[in-house]
């Protein structure tokens, strides 16, 4: 089931949050790996302006989507998406996006945009979702 995350949710976002950050972290350190505190805060500001977006199954969250949408710009925004790694290759995060398409086409929104790491598993996925590739941050290693 996917539904708007509540207070509820917010002991599973946090372990989700850590383990996503934990993850890019791994893949390059130029990633933040944010405090408790500070996971604690984007948790609960999210869920107050209905960012984050849950997937359950047998009513334990596996997976979220975090959105935002940007009406000037005519965007819709993806901030993060993770599911738990026993529920991966389920098509959970496939259906997380499909939901996110719906609300934006609800309101008139036909873009949708984020940023992935290369070298993130992220990247294959949102290929295979149709994204394409139209900026990239070039690096230098000195
Ligand atoms: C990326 C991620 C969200 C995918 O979740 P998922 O529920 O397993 O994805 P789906 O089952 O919906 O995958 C759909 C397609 O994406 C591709 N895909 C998904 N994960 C992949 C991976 N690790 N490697 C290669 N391709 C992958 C596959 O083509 C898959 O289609 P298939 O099942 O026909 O092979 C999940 O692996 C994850 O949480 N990764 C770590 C967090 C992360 O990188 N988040 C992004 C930050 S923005």
Sequence with gaps: MIRLANKN???????MLRKLFEEYHNIDTCYDNPTDSEILDDVNNGIEKGLYTVFTSADSVIGFIKTHINKDKHLGCVDNIFVMNE???KRVATKLIE?????CKKENITRLQLTS??????????KNQGFTPFASRMNLNV
Excluded: E, P
Excluded at 9 to 15: E, G, I, N, P, W
Excluded at 99 to 103: D, R, S, V
Excluded at 117 to 126: C, E, G, M, N, P
């Design 9 to 15: 949710d917010v002991a599973a976002l946090q372990l």
């Design 117 to 126: 790491d290369l070298r993130s598993d992220a990247y294959v996925f949102w």
């Design 87 to 89: 529920h991966r290759g």
């Design 99 to 103: 939901n996110f398409k719906l609300i």
